[in-house]
């Protein structure tokens, strides 16, 4: 039985771009989340016994033992927090709190710890001390805490490499990376742990090393250092990407070898055996250089000149300390970072699996419009770039975690840069199963650690996976249910024919089957239905089952109606519902209507002037080009307006919104006020030219501003009640233009405002700041009324 994902709950920190949402632990005794915020320097304690309404409830700081937390994890009612000297070459520490934050203990461990970990039984904590070079270079290890007598009594023990000292060539010899002038013990980094069932052996990735070290527990030890090997991108089935100027997917083999290099790896049993996953990101020292700045031997490479060109190879940043093979100062091989992959590895560290160019295949036919993309914070705008990080390493996998659904086996695999998360079937560990790839885009960003949450511990008796996401400082709750069974094939009674010059009804009735004859016939079932329009104007509604429907050209009217629905409105004018379910909707070029309606949706605008409504639940709606308005409804909603001047309202539910490029009105409204900061909307990328529409009556001398952690609180005082507008992450009361105004947008386009502007809290007399121009330019098919 297959499963799938479905977001189901989210937190923001209100921070991007700062790491503020890393790595995440789970406690099932509190139900409470731990994540590593680096913004913070601490680890912010969430409340998830709503999954779908993850809460702050509190902070633990470590600012008293060292320079910020870097890993967190939990177990028994302990929670374990690896800690940064401020000194960053000096010995850290892991220190033990319960779950309410209150100091239990801490021990001093190695230099750099950077990841912690339990023993399956909770009596041991493994620190990956990673001992990164800085004025003088460290040495790595693994810390090894005893608790078996208690935290107040821990004891530490310590696995170096020191007995690997003297044997540098010998590694090199096999495949193990050691640099130049370094000793084994200098130069390992230990990077993630993951830990046997049975409690006995630690597998240590050396990521900079393209190796694993294997670690005996019980006697504190590192039992061998495994090389990875290399992966053949000249093979079938090895494509990659290696050009960031194509701009295109493309896709090819090339004489290119990766290094596996992997972050995260975690650890299963299939079959009584235990198996390792490992996400293969890879990794430099500043040793990388372009192939077109490197001389390749001729021989090996006969068209170099045409390889090093920026549309073909010249542009993939390789290793220049590696693949000179005869000495002779010329490349006769070139190594990449990472395999762009996950790898599976039995228990003695041979890889039985690799998954690839999985990766980039599943990415470019899901989401083209992201491969190979990085993200960027620019002056205020989250700048996503197609294709721009085929030369370093693709997708980047960096996360990985496994868990057991109905007695099945998966991996999840979160891929860094493009984001989002790869499912795997891996019962059988030498021939996995591609289950699902899910991309909340623009939302999520850059997923740094997953903790998989089985449903015997869940809050809502279903297996969860919590995601943190260190680019847009958000933790993600997602569901993980069985895949719904296809419906039995329906009755061969005759179907009723649907006039398709009469108007549809809003919600066509599920207990027959519906023909809609527009340029072509559609029929629908309670079963899970998938189809394709014409270039005419077509009206297709799906019945009971999870349907694709795709509109194609034209200006259509589309309606998923029950189960969860993909619907997709092509190019022109569509109107475009998901109707119940959680569904995905996707309007397409032109002016389109979409709305998610019930359940917890994504409805995507694209290119032209949208107005699209979340309905009911926790949605996530993002407008795209030109100028949308964007309304979340109820639920706790995340607005992203992308390009143009966008107008837009989280209306009911704590909602997080984005107005990304262009002059955006965000609409704090009254009747939707907040009891609590907490509960509150938040603006996250207010900028010059941005403006906070106030509804009802109230102007900026009723308000009440103040600043917490540098963001701007907005509160207004009614009746001698207190509530909050809204949040304004970043920025200061002075830098906020303000509009008093009924927003109104009508079927022919109109916009009758009656406004003035407030800037810095001070009336400035000067006409709508975004202008009624921008407002009047925005053609919607119905009328919305913000009051």
């Known amino acids: 039985m297959a499963i799938e994902l479905t977001v189901i709950g989210r937190y923001s920190s209100g921070v991007i771009d700062e790491s503020a949402a890393e790595i995440v632990a789970h406690d099932p005794g509190t139900q409470r989340l731990f994540v590593v915020n680096a913004e913070k320097a601490a680890i912010d304690v969430l409340n998830i016994n709503d999954p779908t309404n993850p809460t702050l409830t509190s902070t633990i700081n470590v600012n008293t033992i060292g320079a910020g937390a870097n890993s967190v994890a939990v177990a028994n009612g302990v929670v374990a927090v690896a800690v940064e000297n401020a000194d960053a070459v000096t010995p850290g520490a892991v220190a033990f709190f319960d779950p309410n934050g209150n100091f239990l203990n801490s021990v001093t461990v190695g230099v750099l710890p950077d990841m912690v970990t339990f023993t399956p039984d909770g009596q041991k904590v493994l620190v990956a001390n990673e001992g990164e070079p800085g004025n003088t270079d460290p040495e790595g290890s693994i810390s090894i805490i005893d608790l078996s007598s208690e935290v107040a009594n821990a004891t530490v023990a310590t696995a170096d490499f020191t007995s690997f000292n003297g044997q540098e060539d010998d590694l090199r010899a096999e495949g193990v990376r050691i640099f130049p002038n370094k000793t084994v013990a200098e130069d390992v980094e230990p990077e993630y742990i993951a830990v046997s069932p049975d409690g006995s052996t630690a597998f240590v990735t050396l990521q900079e090393n393209n190796a694993i070290a294997q670690v005996n527990i019980s006697t504190a030890t590192v039992q061998d250092i495994i090389p990875l090997g290399l992966k053949d991108h000249s093979l079938s089935g090895n494509r990659l990407d290696a050009s960031d100027r194509d701009d295109a997917i493309n896709l090819q083999n090339w004489p290119v070898f990766g290094m596996f290099m992997p972050d995260s790896i975690a650890a299963f049993e299939a079959n009584g055996q235990t198996y390792y996953v490992i996400a293969n990101e890879g990794d430099a020292r500043d040793e990388d250089e372009r192939i077109k700045d490197l001389t390749l031997d001729p021989t090996a490479f006969p068209n ?19 693949g000179d093979t005869d000495g002779d100062g010329d490349y006769d091989r070139l190594f990449a970072y990472g395999a762009r992959s996950f790898s599976i590895l039995n228990q003695s560290g041979t890889r039985v699996y690799d998954s690839g160019d999985d990766f980039g295949r599943i990415t470019s036919e899901q989401v083209p419009a992201l491969f190979n993309s990085g993200t960027e ?10 294709d721009g990080r085929s030369d370093n390493k693709g997708a980047e996998p960096e996360a990985i975690a496994t868990g057991v659904v109905d007695g099945i086996s998966y991996a999840f695999i979160g891929l860094e840069r493009i984001g989002g998360i790869m499912v795997y079937d891996v019962s059988n560990p030498t021939a996995p199963s591609f289950v699902q790839y899910i991309n909340p885009n623009g939302i999520d960003i850059a997923p740094e650690g997953l903790a998989f949450i089985p449903a015997a511990d869940s809050p809502n008796g279903n297996p969860l996976l919590a995601v943190g996401n260190e680019f847009s400082g958000t933790t993600t709750l997602y569901e993980i249910a069985p895949t719904p069974a296809p419906a ?29 004859e527009v340029a072509g016939a559609f029929q629908a079932t309670v079963g899970n239905d998938i189809f394709s329009g014409t270039a005419s104007s077509n009206i297709i509604f799906g019945l009971e089952g999870n349907d694709q429907i795709n509109a194609g050209a034209g200006d259509d009217n589309t309606n998923g109606n029950l189960g969860d629905d993909t619907v ?31 359940g917890n949706d994504i409805v995507n605008g694209d290119a032209g002037q949208d107005q699209l409504t979340g309905g009911e639940a926790d949605d ?38 984005i107005g990304g490029a262009g002059n955006d009105v965000f609409v704090l409204r009254t009747s939707t006020a907040a009891a609590t900061v907490a509960a509150a909307d938040v603006i996250l990328d207010y900028r010059p030219g941005d403006t906070i529409g106030l509804t009802g009556g109230i102007t900026p001398n009723d308000l009440t501003l103040t600043v917490e952690n540098g963001n701007t609180i907005i509160q207004v005082t009614n009746n001698g009640v207190t509530s909050v507008l809204g949040v304004v992450n970043g920025v200061s009361p002075a830098q906020l233009t303000f509009s008093t105004a009924n927003i109104q947008v009508n079927i022919t386009g109109n916009v009758s405002v009656t406004s003035s502007v407030f800037v810095g809290g001070s009336l400035s007399g000067q006409g709508l700041a975004v202008g009624a121009t921008a407002f009047a330019s925005v053609d919607f098919t119905n009328s919305l009324t913000l009051v």
Request: aromatic share 2%; net charge negative.
């Open 568 to 598: 997709n409105g092509g190019t022109g004018n569509d109107t475009c519902n998901g109707g119940q379910g959680n569904d995905q909707v996707n309007c397409g070029d032109g002016n389109d209507r979409g709305s998610g309606d019930r």
């Open 377 to 386: 914070l620019e002056n205020g705008n989250i700048e996503t770039s197609f």
């Open 620 to 657: 996530t709606l993002d407008g795209g080009a030109d100028n949308d308005g964007i309304f979340g409804g109820q639920g706790n909603d995340l607005i992203n307006g992308g390009a143009g001047d966008d107008v837009i309202s989280g209306d009911f539910g704590t909602d997080t919104l």
């Open 304 to 322: 170099a000149a045409e390889l090093q060109e920026d549309e073909q190879i010249g542009r993939l940043q390789v290793s220049n300390i590696d």
């Open 488 to 516: 039995p094939p329906p009755s061969p009674s005759p179907s009723p024919v649907v006039d398709p010059t009469a108007p549809p009804s809003a919600t066509p009735t599920p207990s027959v089957n519906i023909v809609v």
